[in-house]
């Protein structure tokens, strides 16, 4: 039996995004075997043959090939014969999970909260600054607004004042 590879084993080993991967994977689906392309719901393993396939399609990539001509190319070429030049038989010890990392020295929990709370706080001062100002240049511009208006009034009552009395004179 041979073995298979996760997305994010293959795409490692490919040197690409477990995402381009896996478009890649539906873009070259003929090419590939049927784990490479697995129904919705079941888990992707990819062989050693599907990654030679698609360090092939990274080599056309990089010379600028679009999706079409890289397909066109896979075509005429004998992907059985590729070899996967990159990897062994089983996946190397760099593939494999890491250890959990450490927790890291610093501020306890209690003192990062009181800490987040001091900038809330500060986020809050500053915020109703603001809404204070906003007012106030509400209230200002209301103000202009009203003063304006009695003065449009003001001189439209002088005019009329002014119209009577040329219109009384003889």
């Known amino acids: ?16 995004s ?3 991967l896996r ?3 539906r873009d070259f689906a003929d090419n590939l ?8 719901g079941t888990e992707r393993k990819l062989t050693a043959q599907d990654i030679a396939i698609l360090q092939r399609v990274k080599d ?5 090939m679009t999706t079409d001509d ?6 005429t070429e004998d992907v059985t014969a590729l070899q996967p030049p990159y990897i062994d038989v089983q996946p190397t010890a760099a593939l494999q999970p890491t250890p959990p990392v450490k927790a890291v020295e610093g501020p306890q929990p209690v003192e990062l ?4 709370l001091q900038s809330v706080g500060a986020l809050q001062a500053r915020m109703d600054s603001l809404q204070a100002q906003q007012d106030s240049q509400a209230q200002a511009a209301t103000g202009r607004v009203t003063l304006f208006a009695v003065g449009v009034l003001v001189g439209l009552v ?6 009577g009395v040329l219109w009384l004179l003889p």
Not at 1 to 16: D, F, I, R, S
Request: aromatic share 6%.
């Open 1 to 16: 039996m041979q073995p298979h590879y996760t997305p994010t084993a293959a795409a490692a080993l490919v040197g690409v």
């Open 18 to 20: 477990v995402s381009s």
């Open 23 to 25: 478009n890649w994977c």
């Open 33 to 40: 075997s049927e784990g490479a392309r697995p129904p919705t």
């Open 60 to 64: 056309l990539r990089a010379q600028g």
């Open 70 to 75: 890289i397909k066109s190319a896979l075509q």
């Open 113 to 116: 909260y009181a800490t987040v």
């Open 158 to 163: 002088l005019a009329l004042i002014v119209v």
